[in-house]
């Protein structure tokens, strides 16, 4: 490998970089952890709550030679024991997905997934997201502090994706609930044991709504992927589930920090806030 992927000694200052990451003080902000670890330590050897040796690279060029490596695998079988080891046996049903898996697998399950999440299917939503930002804006009280994240970035995407698939309204508080203890659950046996229930709950949830849309097809995504599944044999019953339950939970959160991130930085400079407001094609380069 290149040397940035040499193994070395970390210096006390390192060592205590890679133990910083675990304290609530990073979580507030990380920036400084990273910057430091990207000067002395960009390739950093981990010891994780789950107990799984692991590394964590800092630097842009380190992690695109990683991810593109051949050496270097995302397939969960192929570290079976490791898997187990982190997340458990409940996990493995909901996380057939792209995720976890390697080309010629990831590739297939991506195209599938590209070929139904097509841009007329988005745009349709359109008028939809405008609502939902707007009824999400609405409910902030505008003569107060308020906090984003709960109250704005994370529930808009979630509605979106959920409206998506094809969820029913009704049925929306729940999905997101089970979502949110899957995502939030630590280590330990009460944590693993209410992880396993809310895996268990979405996985069943998930297999009757598929049922459902196979007697009552709609125009949602989660229509055209058992289609997919029924007619060309593209997706087996347990990726069918796993590529749901993947697109409802790891859809909503990259576009929640993002969101955060963005208005952030906006507030925290406003030079560039400025400069963002100045025109309606602004506006729009600064979202692009």
Avoid at 39 to 44: N, Q, R, S
Avoid at 225 to 243: F, I, M, R
Avoid at 265 to 271: A, F, G, I, K, M
Wanted: with cysteine.
């Amino acid at each position: 490998m290149t040397q940035a992927f040499a193994s070395e000694e970390l210096s006390s200052e390192e060592a205590a970089a890679a133990a910083a990451s675990c304290s609530r003080e990073f979580r507030a902000n990380p920036h400084p952890v990273y910057a430091r670890l990207r000067e002395t330590a960009p390739v950093c050897p981990m010891s994780p709550p789950h107990g799984v040796e692991t590394y964590l690279i800092t630097r842009h060029d380190d992690a695109r030679a990683a991810l593109a490596d051949p050496r270097l695998s995302k397939d969960m079988y192929g570290a079976i024991d490791a898997y187990h080891r982190i997340f458990g046996d409940s996990s493995i049903a909901l996380d057939d997905n792209m995720l976890f898996s390697d080309p010629p697998k990831h590739t297939r399950l991506r195209r599938i997934v590209g070929n139904t999440f097509t841009p007329k299917r988005v745009q349709s939503l359109r008028s939809r997201v405008q609502q939902i930002t707007e009824d999400l804006l609405d409910a902030c009280p505008a003569s107060q502090p308020v906090n984003l994240l709960p109250e704005f970035c994370f529930p808009l995407p979630l509605h979106v994706i959920c409206e998506l698939l094809g969820i029913p309204q009704n049925e929306r508080k729940q999905a997101q609930e089970w979502s949110a203890t899957v995502a939030q659950t630590g280590f330990g046996p009460e944590a693993r044991a209410r992880l396993e229930v809310a895996e268990g709950n979405l996985r069943d949830y998930l297999v009757d709504l598929i049922a459902r849309k196979r007697q009552e097809p709609d125009d949602a995504l989660l229509s055209a992927l058992v289609e997919a599944h029924d007619q060309e044999g593209a997706l087996t019953d347990h990726e069918l589930v796993s590529t749901a339950w993947v697109l409802l939970f790891a859809g909503h959160k990259s576009t929640a920090y993002q969101l955060g991130n963005a208005l952030y930085h906006l507030l925290t400079q406003p030079e560039q806030k400025r400069l963002a407001l100045r025109d309606e094609r602004s506006t729009a380069a600064a979202v692009e």
